[in-house]
């Protein structure tokens, strides 16, 4: 009985500053900022109660629009690009080639990296590194900065953001890869399968879970997207790299509209939400089915 009582004590003591560091710096600043976007609150001094007038005037704000499109664009061609470019690099890891081990802390460095620091050297290499190489193999559209270029900006933020991208989602597939039973391989070399047939009947039904992870995490992430777009464009040119993030940080932190940009962050969340919701509702019934 004392051991009991022992365990359960020990089990308070970790469990309870825990959740008190997550009330306090999660819970309390999400309920303030619910608070806050019924208001005109502009991040100091006095504030009126607005009621439901920021969320009304969400949706007839061009520039909100914009970056929402933006924002859901960059999400889903970066999700696409990761995953594929990931997934082909764990099937080549986990075969039977030398250097595996070598090879796969290599891929991973570009995770160890901070957003900020890889924004920044991309931010040099898309400026004056790629726009030299382009005027050396006579290329007109390399030949001036991407990041300068409102049609072509977004392709290099998301260059960058699978580039950083890959390394967690190859390891998660490898993982995925490694809990496939040779037995499965043997019975389907038995019946004839081979390469395409063997990945798309055997390899991929049984690592769904894992591809549905990496999905999840790789939209949610690119959704958030901040900190490269903080380092390579500052959401420009002419706001065409303008992340909801971005918006939020920049009109609410800096431009005076708080209360506003909470309203914002309200929708932003609930959109988080939803989408990895139904992410995950379909992936559960593909797995069903399979």
């Known amino acids: 009985m004392k051991k009991v009582n022992d365990s359960k004590r020990t089990y308070m003591l970790i469990t309870i500053p825990i959740l008190a560091l997550f009330v306090c710096f ?4 999400l309920i303030r900022g619910v608070i806050y976007s019924f208001t ?12 439901l007038r920021n969320y ?17 664009k960059l999400a889903i061609v970066a999700t696409i690009v990761t995953n594929v470019i990931s997934l082909i690099l764990a099937l080549g890891l986990n075969s039977k080639i030398k250097g595996k081990t070598f090879l796969r802390a290599a891929y991973f460095v570009p995770n160890v990296l901070g957003a900020l620091v890889v924004g920044y050297i991309f931010q040099y290499i898309f400026t004056y590194i790629l726009p030299e190489l382009g005027k050396m193999i006579g290329s ?37 890869l490694q809990t496939v039973p040779e037995d499965v391989y043997e019975a389907g070399d038995l019946d004839g399968a081979t390469g395409w047939k063997k990945f798309r009947y055997l390899t991929f039904p049984l690592i769904i879970p894992f591809f549905t992870i990496n999905m999840v995490l790789c939209v949610k992430n690119f959704l958030m997207v901040f900190d490269q777009i903080m380092a390579m464009t500052q959401g420009g040119p002419a706001q065409s790299t303008e992340s909801i993030s971005h918006l939020i940080y920049q009109n609410g932190m800096e431009g005076g509209s708080f209360g506003y940009q909470s309203a914002n962050a309200v929708v932003f969340f609930i959109v ?18 399979l």
């Not at 999660?26 to 600043?29: G, I, K, S, W």
């Not at 005109?40 to 009621?51: A, I, P, R, T």
């Not at 390399?142 to 390891?171: K, P």
């Open 272 to 289: 988080i939400v939803v989408i990895s919701v139904a992410q995950m509702s379909i992936s559960s019934k593909k797995e069903e089915q």
């Open 140 to 176: 007109e559209t390399l030949s001036t900065s991407m990041l300068s270029s409102t049609s072509l900006a977004w392709i290099a933020i998301v260059v960058v953001c699978a580039w950083q991208n890959i390394a967690m989602n190859t390891i998660i597939y490898i993982s995925g």
């Open 40 to 51: 005109n609150f502009k991040g100091f001094g006095d504030y009126d109660w607005v009621g």
């Open 26 to 29: 999660n819970t309390v600043p």
């Open 56 to 72: 009304m005037d969400l949706f007839t704000d061009p520039r909100i629009g914009n970056s929402y499109l933006f924002t859901i």
